[in-house]
RNA sequence: CGGGGCGUAGCGUAGCCCGGUUAUCGCGCCACAUUUGGGAUGUGGAGGUCGCAAGUUCGAAUCUUGCCGCCCCGACCA
């Protein structure tokens, strides 16, 4: 098998597949558009959702799980909801199979039809507000603070590992309030948790925005979002929170009575990040030796490598290792002490590279008789020989430095590539270069957003949170406009 | 669903146009030996419904027809 990654400005698609194949994240699964996440990239996620869910817990959230499937009817009570979802629905139809009675195997058993088809979820809005007309009926119900963990289905066309498959694993969380106020403020509030988990952890840089119309959640006033940039220049929405008003309370019936017993609508709130932050990480941080992933989510930080030419030599660094293993342990450092003996080290090294592990550690007989270790950072490839003492404490260091670094690196390369478009050439231009996201006027019309997006497939990524007022011209229709918006070329 | 490409061992492939002994090569796997500071070397070995089906033929991986599956690019989308 070729151990080589495909060269990203070669072929991008080719070198984000086998950044996931290689670096042992994920496989194609013998279901058509569904992966396989292996135990490597599952880690991944866990970490990820581990820090999520402390994060959800610290602002007053408490975890629940509702069914996978939903009656047909559920989905459509909201409209636009429905309008939103109906294209990429599995369907249960039949509860049982049975043998085939012209032989050769198993058929659906048409006797087994029901009644009401079953929705595989897309998502879970409307099978948890049918569930939250008997859980609210009072303003002390409120606010209903509510997220899940779960798998969900959406049967799309292409599919792309991570990005977007046909089963995904994500959180959705749905809350409930007595006020309009109260609800946006849980939907900013969630939005800021996300962009400070993509910044802090995934060392993602993103911007804050809210969408335009078109490109709102199906059944949502408002739907806020976080955006980053991949380095081809195209740009991924990676997480969301949407306002939801009182529509999923009206189509589901749900009212709460307040302190003067006065009935009304209760305000909702719904916001999911999903596996596809994987892909994010991968996209934005790889290089054309592998993964490079994050310290604070990496399933393995530190690899130890032992180099020895005998059993004598191995037991000497192995005593060594020890000692490190028990000082990491005690810091909270994730440490893998790799001295399988079927493959030599430098097979090791270029392993631990395409993996992403952020600091490698090589120890022979040589470096036991100087004191040191021979230290690898995946990050900028720079090796160094450092001191035994207090190595703990040095690579805990480290480690913080490799966050920062890779953050800084990523940032870097997002705002150098951001551009200002004042005209429709100069706008066509920049998209069919490097890409990248344009901050342009645009008059505010759903008919103009929709043109430019099928002249030049570039969307309204967001309008960003706290945009400066500027007067200036559309630059497509040359209509006045207020502000300049975010526009890119999008996964 | 439209356009393009591909299906041969676990993976990657040659052979196909122009049909002909036992289907090529590399990686990986197993055994032994020598090795181990950047993807080791040697020797020996195991592993195949050539995507499926039908047809043409003395003979099909190769030709014909149908079907199935996958990947890439679009439309759709987190």
């Not at 670096?23 to 820090?51: F, H, T």
């Not at 990676?238 to 009935?263: C, E, I, M, P, R």
């Not at 670094?405 to 705002?415: C, E, G, S, T």
């Amino acid at each position: 098998m070729s151990k080589e990654i495909t060269a990203r400005d070669k072929d991008y698609s080719q070198w984000y597949n086998d950044l996931i194949i290689k670096g042992g994240l994920a496989d194609y699964s013998a279901v058509r558009g569904c992966m396989v996440i292996k135990p490597y990239g599952y880690a991944l996620w866990e970490n990820m959702r581990d820090q999520l869910d402390k994060m959800f817990k610290d602002t007053g959230h408490q975890n629940a799980y509702f069914p996978l499937f939903i009656p047909k009817s559920f989905l459509s009570k909201e409209a636009a909801h429905v309008e939103g979802f109906a294209k990429e629905c599995a369907v249960v139809t039949h509860y049982r199979l049975k043998n085939d009675p012209d032989g050769g195997g198993i058929v659906v058993d048409p006797e087994a039809k029901l009644d009401e088809e079953l929705i595989v979820r897309p998502t879970s809005e409307t099978i948890i507000w049918n569930t939250y007309k008997t859980w609210i009926k009072s303003y002390r119900d409120l606010p209903l603070l509510i997220n899940q963990w779960a798998n969900v289905v959406r049967w799309e066309m292409r599919t792309r590992l991570f990005l977007r498959t046909t089963e995904f694993l994500w959180q959705e969380g749905h809350t409930a309030h007595a006020t309009a106020q109260e609800a946006v403020d849980e939907t900013i509030q969630m939005l800021n948790i996300y962009a400070e988990f993509a910044e802090d952890y995934m060392a993602m840089p993103v911007i804050k925005g809210v969408k335009s119309a078109n490109e709102r959640f199906a059944g949502a006033e408002d739907t806020y979002c976080i955006e980053a940039l991949m380095q081809d220049g195209k740009a991924l929405q990676a997480g969301t929170s949407h306002f939801l008003g009182q529509n999923f309370a009206k189509a589901f019936d749900v009212q709460f009575a307040d302190k003067q017993n006065k009935l009304d609508y209760v305000w909702a709130t719904s916001w999911g990040v999903s596996t596809r932050l994987i892909g994010a990480l991968v996209m934005a941080h790889s290089d054309d030796e592998g993964l490079i992933l994050p310290p604070k989510i990496a399933p393995i930080q530190v690899v130890i490598i032992p180099i020895f030419k005998d059993e004598e030599q191995k037991s000497k660094i192995d005593e060594k290792v020890k000692e490190f293993m028990t000082q990491f342990k005690a810091l909270g450092i994730r440490v893998k002490y790799d001295d399988s003996d079927h493959t030599r080290p430098g097979w090791k090294f270029a392993e631990y590279e395409m993996k992403g592990v952020p600091v490698r550690i090589a120890i022979g007989v040589r470096d036991l008789e100087k004191n040191v270790v021979e230290v690898a950072r995946r990050d900028d490839k720079t090796k160094t020989q450092v001191s035994v003492d207090g190595l703990a404490t040095t690579i805990s260091v480290l480690l913080n430095d490799i966050q920062s670094n890779i953050y800084n690196k990523a940032k870097l390369f997002r705002d150098n590539n951001i551009y200002k478009a004042e005209s429709w050439e100069e706008f066509e231009k920049m998209l069919d270069g490097k890409g990248g996201f344009i901050s342009a006027h645009w008059d505010g019309t759903s008919e103009t957003e929709e043109k430019i997006k099928e002249l030049t497939k570039a969307t309204i990524r967001c309008i960003p949170q706290n945009n400066m007022l500027e007067e200036g011209i559309c630059i497509y229709s040359g209509k006045p406009s207020t502000q300049r918006v975010l526009f890119a070329r999008a996964y």
